[in-house]
């Protein structure tokens, strides 16, 4: 959806800015949604400057449109990656069929569509997929990838719609900041909160009532009666903080909350600083994120994929724009903990 003027944002969420394009007589409304659509106009200085007012700050409501199976995957511990949205920018989307455009992993048409909402930690931790930044992505042939075309110029491929998208950083696991939701669209034009992420149980608390109930039924794997479900450590990246050079395990509640994790309220203190913690490595001059490994074989997930990477290592694309694949770990090279800190 797009604001069309600065006295449109004078009310607006600061967390969430709103997209601005200049309009005037010889540029219409139209004429800017044809640009988005455009891989011509990639580089085109005026669709930069418009892709620029849609920022996320710490704290922005950012989604993820998932299928039955994601959900069913983030209820046992996967964590945000990938292709995601501003929640203001979707928030007029509420059917499956519209919705269905922003899912990533290619599965068929559903009669609920589900979603990951949580806030942004910081704003490194995403970036645009338009210009130098995830160049390969639109070069990719179709036979080698899911979900819609990514086009470059920064906006999702759509009819209608301006809708600016964003790729995790590196399409890197981000950490579960407290109190992300698990959401379902029945196509009702309600919402439904299906679960809350509790950190410091490490697990998910179901917040849909009985009338809700059956929006659970087609989720593989998920019992629509359990009331709390914790998590594997199934993600790869992990928050910690410090205090006076202590390192702890750390919680996210943004915009301002950064503490240590802890079951009793009286030891979540307030630390000094924050990073994120994950592994990386490179595999075939390859970079990638080490998302699993044991003593034979690493889990590995492409940060800048193109052709010539997923050729060179045989990944397989799981989502749109995540490329995946096995290495033998004894064939990893400068394989090392990254540490990525946040300004507080």
């Known amino acids: 959806m ?4 600065a006295e449109a944002a004078i009310d607006s969420d600061p967390l969430e800015p709103p997209l601005l394009a200049p309009l005037r007589r010889d540029l219409s409304w139209a004429q800017v949604q044809a640009m988005t659509q455009s891989v011509g106009h990639q580089h085109d200085p005026l669709l930069q400057r418009i892709r620029a007012t849609a920022a ?13 199976a994601q959900l069913a995957g983030h209820l046992a ?30 599965s068929g048409a559903e009669p609920v569509a589900y979603a990951l909402r949580w806030r942004a930690t910081d704003r490194s931790d995403f ?29 999702t491929p759509s009819t209608d719609d301006l809708i600016p998208e964003f790729v995790t950083a590196g399409f890197a696991d981000l950490p579960m900041p407290a109190n992300a939701q ?46 709390y479900l914790p998590c594997t450590d199934a993600g790869a990246a992990r928050l910690i903080g410090r205090i006076n050079d202590q390192e702890y395990p750390a919680v996210a509640d943004p915009p301002e909350e950064f503490r240590v994790r802890a079951l ?25 994120w080490v998302l699993q490994r044991d003593d034979s074989w690493s889990r ?33 090279v400068d394989h090392h903990i990254a540490e990525l800190p946040y300004q507080l």
């Open 2 to 5: 797009t604001v069309t003027g």
């Open 56 to 68: 996320v700050q710490r704290g922005t409501r950012m989604v993820k449109v998932l299928s039955a």
């Open 77 to 106: 511990g996967w964590l945000p990656y990938g292709f995601c949205y501003r929640a203001c920018d979707i928030a007029h989307l509420r059917s499956p069929a519209e919705l269905a455009l922003l899912r990533t992993d290619g």
């Open 127 to 155: 970036e645009i997929p338009m210009g130098a930044t995830q160049a390969g992505l639109p070069a990719l042939p179709a036979h080698s990838r899911l979900g819609a075309m990514v086009l470059g110029t920064g906006f």
């Open 182 to 227: 698990l959401l379902a669209y029945p196509g009702t034009g309600d919402e439904v909160v299906l679960y809350t992420y509790q950190p410091e149980q490490h697990g998910w608390l179901r917040l849909a009532g009985p009338r809700w109930r059956h929006l659970l039924e087609g989720v593989p794997g998920v019992s629509p009666d359990r009331e």
């Open 264 to 288: 009793t309220r009286a030891a979540r203190y307030t630390v000094d600083s924050l990073s994120r913690r994950t592994e990386h490595a490179h595999w075939r001059a390859v970079p990638a």
């Open 300 to 332: 590995l997930r492409l940060t800048h994929p193109d052709a010539d990477a997923v050729a060179a290592v045989g990944a397989r694309c799981y989502e749109r724009g995540v490329y995946e694949v096995w290495a033998p770990t004894r064939e990893l």
